[in-house]
C-alpha cells in the first residue's frame, strides 16, 4: 500500500484499520509524519488459531505488533492467552495473560485486546474507547503502559454524548457493562479495595 508515496507494508489489514480509526482525529501532516518516521511496518499473518492479530500506533512514531493464541495449559477455570510480537523499540517479546487476573482499571492495551477476545465482544480494539479517552495519555501508548479503562469508558460517553453521537454512546455502555461484569466476578482477592480506589479516581476527577 502506498500513501503519498510512502511504502507502508501491512501484513494485516486489521492493523491498518485501527491505525487509521486512531488517526480520525488528528490533521493529515500529523498522520503522514507519523507514517514517516514507521517507515515500514510489519504485522504477523493471522493464523486459524489466532485470536487477536494486529497493531497499533504508539502516538510517537512507533508501532507494537501483537499475535494472541491460546496458551498451553489454559482451562476453563484459569484461562490464559500467549501474546507475542514486536514493541514499540523494534524488540521481539512473548507475554502470558492470565485472563482472570486482567484489572480494566489498571491494564495494557494488550490486556484489554486479550480480554476482548476472551469475551468475544467487538473485533480488534472496537469495543473499548481508543487512546484519546485514557485519562493520563500524554501522547504515547506503549506495550507496558497501564491505564484505566473504565474511566475511559465515561470520558467517551460523555464526549459522544455532548456531541450528539448517541449511538456510539449507547454501545461505550453495554461494552463498559460487559468489562465491569467480568471485573466484578473474577476472583480478586482484593476487589473492594480496587472497586473503592476505582470510586475514588472519578470523585476527584469531577471536582
Avoid at 498522520?31 to 510517537?60: H, K, Q, Y
Avoid at 480480554?115 to 472496537?126: D, K, P, Q, V
Avoid at 468489562?179 to 480506589?197: G, R, T
Amino acid at each position: 500500500m502506498q500513501l503519498n508515496g510512502l511504502n507502508l507494508n501491512f501484513n494485516s489489514l486489521a492493523a491498518y484499520q485501527e491505525m487509521k480509526q486512531e488517526k480520525e482525529n488528528v490533521s493529515f501532516a500529523d498522520a503522514l509524519t507519523t507514517v514517516r518516521a514507521a517507515r515500514t511496518i510489519n504485522v504477523p499473518m493471522l493464523t486459524e488459531d489466532t485470536l487477536r492479530g494486529g497493531g497499533f500506533n504508539t502516538g510517537v512514531g512507533a508501532f507494537v505488533s501483537y499475535t494472541i493464541k491460546w496458551a498451553n495449559g489454559s482451562t476453563e477455570n484459569n484461562p490464559v492467552m500467549t501474546a507475542f510480537g514486536i514493541d514499540e523499540n523494534g524488540d521481539a517479546y512473548e507475554k502470558t495473560i492470565y485472563i482472570k487476573s486482567i484489572d480494566p482499571s489498571n491494564a495494557t492495551k494488550l490486556e484489554m485486546l486479550a480480554l476482548e477476545a476472551y469475551l468475544n465482544i467487538g473485533s480488534i480494539g472496537t469495543s473499548f474507547p481508543p487512546k484519546n479517552y485514557l485519562q493520563g495519555y500524554a501522547g504515547k501508548i506503549g506495550l507496558e503502559d497501564r491505564f484505566d479503562f473504565l474511566i475511559a469508558f465515561d470520558n467517551a460517553i460523555s464526549v459522544q454524548t455532548a456531541g450528539g453521537h448517541c449511538q456510539r454512546a449507547k454501545e461505550y455502555r453495554h461494552f463498559k457493562q460487559i468489562y465491569y461484569d467480568f471485573f466484578m466476578s473474577s476472583n480478586y482477592k482484593n476487589k473492594n479495595e480496587i472497586v473503592f480506589k476505582s470510586k475514588i479516581k472519578k470523585i476527584l476527577l469531577r471536582a
